[in-house]
């Protein structure tokens, strides 16, 4: 297949940047948001409405916060914030300036904060190390549990959740895991999330499986018959993403630029650009309703 004919595949979608392989040590793990996640709706209203009852707590100190990923890491506002919930005094210094104090006095905040929630350290969703760092979900996770304990009242919109892509460096290149991180709890029946039919499928009718596969091969290989491919394996002619991208391209008219995807990818870091950007087209399209993990495994690229 010429190479040039893949310009009128697929359009230019919103690119997702995964973490270079560079800047994590081996064994590291970093996760992140997606694009996606952190302009859901839901996920930027809980961060008003914290906000909001972070800044009326502590008006009378005058102090404002306008975000809770920059401006909570130190330690200073969760002082100030927790000692006037539970109505004590903190014996942590009020100002610290080098990183050594700061997390000093996030820790002695942190300690007293999981005490009152009555929380042993392995069960907080949420670390010095985390906060310190500037997780926005540990401090989302923190805030919640926070408000829930001082403020029953508080009206946080329910069932928050946000998928989350996890990156591990492994001897073998990256590995990544996509989640769902559930912040806020089900109001609800109608907020429990849908059953996954082919979750089901394996269930309950586990003989049907390989027979709904040569269903899908079937109709993969209907829509890309006109580019010369043919798929025979699903398990493995998937894997790297580009087979995925150009089966969206047909049925949904888009059209990608090379340099926004790998056509030959020849590591894990880039078989993973692809998957995840395929996953992120279906997102945006609405086709993708639970959340799939884009973890890339060692596989033999199909040509």
């Not at 329910?158 to 590995?175: D, F, R, Y």
């Not at 993969?220 to 002619?237: A, E, F, I, Y």
Request: charged share 25%; aromatic share 6%.
């Amino acid at each position: 297949m010429e190479l040039e004919s893949l310009y009128d595949l697929l359009q230019l979608p919103k690119g997702v940047e995964p973490p270079a392989e560079e800047m994590l040590s081996q064994g590291g793990k970093k996760r992140y948001l997606p694009p996606t996640s952190r302009k859901d709706p839901k996920f930027e209203e809980l961060q008003k409405v914290l906000m909001g009852w972070i800044n009326t707590t502590l008006l009378p100190e005058h102090i404002v916060v306008r975000s809770l990923e920059e401006d909570m890491f130190d330690g200073l506002i969760l002082h100030h914030l927790f000692q006037r919930l539970a109505a004590l005094k903190l014996e942590a210094e009020d100002i610290a300036l080098t990183a050594a104090s700061q997390k000093h006095k996030l820790a002695v905040v942190l300690e007293a904060v999981n005490r009152s929630l009555q929380l042993e350290e392995r069960q907080a969703k949420w670390s010095v190390e985390t906060i310190f760092n500037k997780d926005l979900l540990s401090t989302l996770h923190l805030l919640v549990a926070l408000a829930k304990r001082f403020q029953p009242n508080l009206s946080l919109p329910t069932n928050v959740q946000v998928e989350v892509i996890t990156i591990e460096s492994t001897k073998s290149g990256l590995k990544s895991e996509k989640s769902v991180e559930q912040l806020t709890e089900y109001s609800t029946d109608k907020d429990q999330p849908p059953k996954d039919v082919f979750d089901e499928l394996f269930k309950l009718a586990p003989e049907k499986v390989n027979a709904v596969k040569e269903a899908i091969v079937n109709f993969v290989n209907q829509k890309l018959d006109r580019l010369g491919l043919s798929v025979q394996n699903l398990d493995t002619q998937f894997a790297d993403g580009v087979i995925l991208l150009l089966l969206i391209g047909q049925l949904e008219g888009f059209f990608l630029h090379l340099k926004e995807f790998y056509l030959t990818p020849n590591s894990p870091a880039e078989m993973l650009h692809n998957v995840t950007l395929a996953l992120e087209l279906l997102k945006d399209e609405g086709l993708l309703s639970c959340p799939v993990s884009p973890e890339v495994h060692r596989a033999n690229p199909s040509p």
